[in-house]
C-alpha cells in the first residue's frame, strides 16, 4: 500500500518515504504507527487507543513513545514540523491523519 502525501510517496509495505529525490526509511514503530492511522484515515485517534492497539499497552501505562514516534515520523513526512499538514493533534481528542484527495 502507497499513500501520497505531496510531494511525498509512502510505501506502507517497505517503510520507504521517497520525494524530491530524497529517500528515507521508518523506523518499525514509526511505520505500525502511520500504517495503522493510513488505514482509518480522517478519524481522530485517542492517545490511550493508540498505545494500546499500535504498541499493546494495558489501559493505565503512562508513556511518552507516542510523543517521541509521533515527533520523528512528522519530520519524515511533513514540509513543516510546526504546522502538520497530515499528521494533525486535534487539542483533548486525539491524533488524525489527514490523507489529500485522490484523484481519479
Known amino acids: 500500500m502507497r499513500i501520497q ?3 511525498l ?7 520507504t518515504v ?11 514503530q514509526e511505520l505500525r ?3 495503522w492511522l493510513a488505514e482509518r484515515p ?4 485517542a492517545r ?3 498505545l ?6 494495558g489501559p493505565r501505562v503512562v508513556s511518552r513513545t507516542l510523543d517521541t514516534t509521533l515527533s520523528r515520523l512528522r519530520a519524515k513526512i511533513e514540509l513543516n514540523t510546526s504546522r502538520p499538514r497530515y499528521l494533525l493533534t486535534v ?9 489529500p484527495p485522490t484523484l481519479e
Request: overall charge neutral; proline content about 9%; cysteine-free.
Open 18 to 28: 521517497r520525494g524530491e529525490g530524497n529517500a528515507t526509511t521508518l523506523r518499525p
Open 42 to 45: 480522517g478519524r481522530t485517534w
Open 91 to 99: 487539542p483533548g481528542e486525539g491524533l488524525r491523519l489527514e490523507l
Open 48 to 50: 490511550d487507543t493508540l
Open 5 to 7: 502525501l505531496p510531494p
Open 33 to 35: 504507527l502511520l500504517r
Open 52 to 57: 494500546r492497539e499500535v504498541w499493546g499497552y
Open 9 to 15: 510517496t509512502v510505501d506502507l509495505s517497505t517503510g
